[in-house]
Nanobody, 122 residues
Framework: QVQLVESGGGLVQPGGSLKLSCAAS????????MDWYRQSPGKERDLVAS???????NYADSVKGRFTISRDNAKNTVYLQMNSLKPEDTAVYYC????????????????WGQGTQVTVSS
Protein backbone atom coordinates (compact mmCIF):
# COMPACT_ATOMS: atom_id res chain seq x y z
CA GLN A 1 0.00 0.00 0.00
CA VAL A 2 1.27 3.45 -0.94
CA GLN A 3 0.46 6.78 0.66
CA LEU A 4 1.31 10.35 -0.24
CA VAL A 5 0.77 12.59 2.77
CA GLU A 6 0.87 16.36 2.34
CA SER A 7 1.31 18.99 5.01
CA GLY A 8 2.11 22.66 5.43
CA GLY A 9 -0.94 24.40 4.02
CA GLY A 10 -2.79 27.16 5.80
CA LEU A 11 -3.79 30.82 5.84
CA VAL A 12 -1.15 33.43 5.07
CA GLN A 13 -1.20 37.15 4.29
CA PRO A 14 -0.21 38.45 0.87
CA GLY A 15 3.56 38.63 0.61
CA GLY A 16 3.99 35.84 3.11
CA SER A 17 5.54 32.39 2.77
CA LEU A 18 4.56 28.77 3.24
CA LYS A 19 6.38 25.50 2.75
CA LEU A 20 4.49 22.41 1.66
CA SER A 21 5.74 18.87 2.15
CA CYS A 22 4.65 15.59 0.61
CA ALA A 23 6.01 12.29 1.88
CA ALA A 24 5.57 9.02 0.02
CA SER A 25 5.54 5.74 1.91
CA UNK A 26 4.83 2.09 1.23
CA UNK A 27 6.29 -0.61 -0.96
CA UNK A 28 8.23 1.81 -3.16
CA UNK A 29 11.18 0.74 -5.28
CA UNK A 30 11.93 4.16 -6.73
CA UNK A 31 10.35 7.51 -7.55
CA UNK A 32 10.72 9.30 -10.87
CA UNK A 33 9.17 12.75 -11.26
CA MET A 34 7.47 14.45 -8.32
CA ASP A 35 5.09 17.33 -9.02
CA TRP A 36 2.94 19.93 -7.34
CA TYR A 37 -0.43 20.85 -8.86
CA ARG A 38 -3.09 23.26 -7.68
CA GLN A 39 -6.79 23.66 -8.24
CA SER A 40 -9.06 26.59 -7.48
CA PRO A 41 -12.86 26.31 -7.33
CA GLY A 42 -14.33 26.05 -10.82
CA LYS A 43 -10.93 25.70 -12.46
CA GLU A 44 -8.86 22.84 -13.78
CA ARG A 45 -5.99 21.31 -11.86
CA ASP A 46 -2.80 22.94 -13.15
CA LEU A 47 0.84 21.99 -12.85
CA VAL A 48 2.77 24.33 -10.58
CA ALA A 49 6.21 22.74 -10.48
CA SER A 50 7.95 19.46 -11.16
CA UNK A 51 11.27 17.88 -10.25
CA UNK A 52 12.94 14.83 -11.73
CA UNK A 53 14.79 12.19 -9.75
CA UNK A 54 18.00 13.90 -10.83
CA UNK A 55 16.87 17.29 -9.62
CA UNK A 56 15.84 18.98 -12.86
CA UNK A 57 13.01 21.42 -12.22
CA ASN A 58 10.25 23.12 -14.18
CA TYR A 59 7.84 25.84 -13.08
CA ALA A 60 4.63 27.41 -14.28
CA ASP A 61 5.26 30.95 -15.49
CA SER A 62 2.96 32.31 -12.78
CA VAL A 63 5.22 31.06 -9.97
CA LYS A 64 8.70 31.42 -11.45
CA GLY A 65 10.98 33.34 -9.12
CA ARG A 66 8.60 32.91 -6.17
CA PHE A 67 8.26 29.15 -5.67
CA THR A 68 11.01 26.56 -5.30
CA ILE A 69 10.51 22.81 -5.59
CA SER A 70 13.00 20.43 -4.00
CA ARG A 71 13.15 16.81 -2.92
CA ASP A 72 14.88 14.55 -0.44
CA ASN A 73 15.25 11.19 -2.14
CA ALA A 74 16.32 9.47 1.08
CA LYS A 75 13.03 10.49 2.66
CA ASN A 76 10.86 10.08 -0.47
CA THR A 77 9.69 13.63 0.14
CA VAL A 78 9.06 16.61 -2.12
CA TYR A 79 8.79 20.19 -0.92
CA LEU A 80 7.37 23.41 -2.29
CA GLN A 81 8.70 26.63 -0.80
CA MET A 82 6.28 29.42 -1.66
CA ASN A 83 7.38 33.02 -1.18
CA SER A 84 5.78 36.37 -2.03
CA LEU A 85 2.38 34.72 -2.02
CA LYS A 86 -0.50 36.41 -3.81
CA PRO A 87 -4.26 36.02 -3.41
CA GLU A 88 -4.36 34.29 -6.79
CA ASP A 89 -2.17 31.52 -5.34
CA THR A 90 -5.15 30.46 -3.22
CA ALA A 91 -6.00 26.87 -4.11
CA VAL A 92 -5.87 23.28 -3.00
CA TYR A 93 -2.34 22.04 -3.66
CA TYR A 94 -1.79 18.40 -4.63
CA CYS A 95 1.42 16.45 -4.95
CA UNK A 96 1.85 13.72 -7.53
CA UNK A 97 4.58 11.10 -7.65
CA UNK A 98 5.49 8.69 -10.44
CA UNK A 99 6.26 5.54 -8.52
CA UNK A 100 7.82 2.20 -9.33
CA UNK A 101 6.68 -0.34 -6.77
CA UNK A 102 8.57 -3.31 -5.36
CA UNK A 103 5.79 -5.58 -6.58
CA UNK A 104 6.22 -4.59 -10.26
CA UNK A 105 9.43 -2.84 -11.28
CA UNK A 106 8.35 -2.67 -14.93
CA UNK A 107 5.45 -0.31 -14.32
CA UNK A 108 5.31 3.38 -13.37
CA UNK A 109 2.15 4.40 -11.50
CA UNK A 110 0.95 7.93 -10.80
CA UNK A 111 -0.08 8.52 -7.20
CA TRP A 112 -1.76 11.64 -5.84
CA GLY A 113 -1.85 13.15 -2.39
CA GLN A 114 -5.10 14.18 -0.70
CA GLY A 115 -4.50 17.90 -1.17
CA THR A 116 -3.77 20.72 1.24
CA GLN A 117 -5.53 24.10 1.26
CA VAL A 118 -3.49 27.26 0.81
CA THR A 119 -5.35 30.53 1.36
CA VAL A 120 -3.69 33.88 0.76
CA SER A 121 -5.77 36.67 2.22
CA SER A 122 -5.48 39.73 4.42
Amino acid sequence: QVQLVESGGGLVQPGGSLKLSCAASGNIFSINDMDWYRQSPGKERDLVASISSGGNTNYADSVKGRFTISRDNAKNTVYLQMNSLKPEDTAVYYCKADLILLTNRHLTIHYWGQGTQVTVSS
